[in-house]
């Protein structure tokens, strides 16, 4: 039996003969089907079969079809805008991801080059340059003139991290060491942040210890303010009693605790707009004697996005622990090693063995080699006068500078030291935070210094801005069991210490102000 030719015709009876017309006429076009769809089987039953299925499709719902493929396209369009604006938003994102990572790397680097320390979180980038202070912060172009013009050519290290953090508005600690440029690090920021000659009164306040380091604060403040309109005030004793801050026009206050507690007790003076309140010397404002005129300094500076550093060469973990009731998302930077000496000072310790031999060593090294200017300090004011009539006497150009003066010869005293009027400068403690004296070549310690940190102030008056300097520290029996703190800062510093004195026992009794024999060449009963 022949096989049917195709599904469709299976199971008839066909004459073929009488049809092989018919047969012939459709042979070739099964032929050509056959060829055209090689994978679709017999063509008979795949066109009914499509034919059908076609049918069916468009009897069951063309037009919902029809919409559907519309929808479809139109959905398929909003899609493809989506993946391309999350891969545009990605491409993006890598972008700022790549550029922090940058910066991260960039901070990472110049913070170790210049022995930056910082804790706290989204800690600003330090700057490289003065330059940057334009480029990042839009700095005026005053500022970076009158910068260039007093020859300062690159920030310091504490300038490049704590510019930035005051820049951004956030609270900061600040320890570098002595001449450093902490000052400008503080000044800066607050040019650039506050509007010259406003008429909302205070917006800065800047607190030092002393009258002599305030009045040295201000001279700078305006030396860099030079070619603006800001108002920049030191507070003095009348000013406090007597001044009408609502007249008196004034963007920044420089002032001691003490005469800024008796302006607003007297003078109603406003902080409630204060933006910026520095802390110079912040461990000295923090000891007993000033912490209550600054408690009430902090509370006066009411404005609620006040921003408030500290800054000093030693700051302690005590001072800290203080301050951090004031302070709020702050940010802790260390220059080098904290509450350490410049390691640009030469530091040495002489032993006198009593108050005698003190006077005898400073005398003979006077008499080998005297390299002006020297500072020399004493424990009290009335050792600085001794020690004042003692050199007179020798014809040396000295001077004297303690509490006991007036302003106005307080002033006369450091004019004339930085003038070279004066060879040497007998001080007491009054001067030795924060005091600016270019080229001092040495510090003499006559009296052993109380502390530590007291050590660290009085030698800084040497050894700034780059130049190098020389510390030498009398000491006698008395002093012998506090020599280890010294020694310890001066190790830390790099200088070479004895170890007898590395193995003293440590002491608690920090404060070391003995009573000692007064200064005199005179037998004791002439002295009287
Ligand atoms: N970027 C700088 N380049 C060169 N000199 C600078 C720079 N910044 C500041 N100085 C100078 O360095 C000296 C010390 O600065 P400053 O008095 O601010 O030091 P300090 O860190 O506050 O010291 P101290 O702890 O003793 O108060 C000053 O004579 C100042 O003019």
């Given at each position: 039996m022949e096989k049917p030719s195709s599904v469709l015709f299976a199971g008839l009876r066909f004459n073929k003969k009488r049809f092989s017309d018919d047969i012939a006429r459709f042979k070739p076009k099964e032929e050509e089907e056959l060829t055209a769809y090689?994978?679709?089987?017999p063509p008979a039953a795949t066109a009914g079969v499509r034919k059908n299925k076609k049918r069916k499709r468009k009897d069951e719902a063309p037009d919902i079809v029809e919409g559907f493929s519309v929808f479809n396209s139109c959905k398929s369009k909003q899609k493809a805008r989506e993946v391309e604006e999350e891969e545009a938003v990605e491409v993006e994102e890598r972008e700022q991801r790549k550029e922090a990572e940058k910066q991260i790397e960039k901070a990472a680097i110049l913070r170790k080059k210049f022995r930056i320390h910082i804790s706290g979180l989204n800690v600003p980038c330090p700057i490289e340059s003065f330059t940057e202070l334009s480029s990042r912060y839009g700095c005026k172009p005053y500022l970076l003139r009158n910068l260039f013009e007093r020859g300062f050519k690159e920030p310091t290290a504490i300038q490049r991290q704590a510019i930035p953090i005051l820049l951004s508005g956030r609270d900061c600690f600040a320890c570098a060491p002595t001449g450093s440029g902490k000052t400008l690090a503080f000044l800066c920021p607050i040019l650039m942040k506050l509007k010259p000659g406003?008429?909302?009164?205070?917006r800065s306040v800047i607190i030092c210890p002393t009258r002599e380091l305030a009045a040295q604060t201000t001279r700078e403040c305006k030396k860099l303010a030079k070619g603006t309109k800001f108002y920049i005030k030191v507070l003095t004793k009348e000013l406090a009693r007597c001044g009408n801050f609502e007249k008196i026009p004034c963007d920044i206050l420089v002032s001691t605790p003490l005469r800024i507690e008796v302006a607003m007790r007297k003078?109603?003076?406003?902080?409630?707009?204060?933006?910026y309140l520095i802390l110079d010397e912040a461990d000295k404002l923090f000891e007993l004697g000033f912490v209550e005129q600054i408690d009430s300094v902090v509370k006066a500076c009411s404005n609620p996005s006040i921003t408030h550093s500290l800054f000093s060469a030693t700051l302690p973990e005590s001072v800290e622990d203080l301050a951090r009731s004031i302070m709020h998302d702050v940010v802790r930077v260390i220059i080098g090693k904290k509450n350490s000496a410049s390691e640009l000072i030469e530091q040495k310790l002489v032993f006198v063995g009593s108050e005698k031999g003190k006077l005898l060593a400073i005398r003979q090294s006077f008499a080998e080699s005297l390299n002006p200017p020297i500072l020399v300090f004493v424990q009290s004011k009335e050792r600085a006068k001794e020690l004042y009539k003692e050199l007179a006497f020798d014809n040396i150009k000295a001077d004297v500078i303690h509490a006991d003066l007036n302003q106005l010869q307080r002033e006369n005293a450091v004019d004339n030291f930085r003038a070279g009027r004066t060879w040497v400068l007998i001080a007491t403690?009054?001067?030795?935070?924060?005091m600016d004296f270019k080229g001092v070549n040495c510090v003499v310690n006559y009296d052993f210094p109380e502390s530590a940190a007291a050590y660290i102030h009085r030698i800084g008056r040497c050894g700034r801005a780059g130049r190098s300097g020389e510390a030498v520290t009398f000491y006698t029996e008395e002093d012998k069991p506090f020599l280890r703190n010294i020694a310890n800062v001066m190790e830390a510093s790099g200088c070479k210490v004895p170890t007898w004195i590395l193995d003293l026992p440590k002491l608690r009794k920090k404060k070391h102000r003995p009573h000692r024999d007064s200064i005199?060449?005179?037998p004791e009963d002439d002295a009287e």
């Open positions: 090689p994978a679709l089987g406003s008429k909302d009164g205070i003078s109603k003076l406003d902080l409630s707009r204060v933006e403690d009054v001067i030795s935070r924060g005199s060449t005179l």
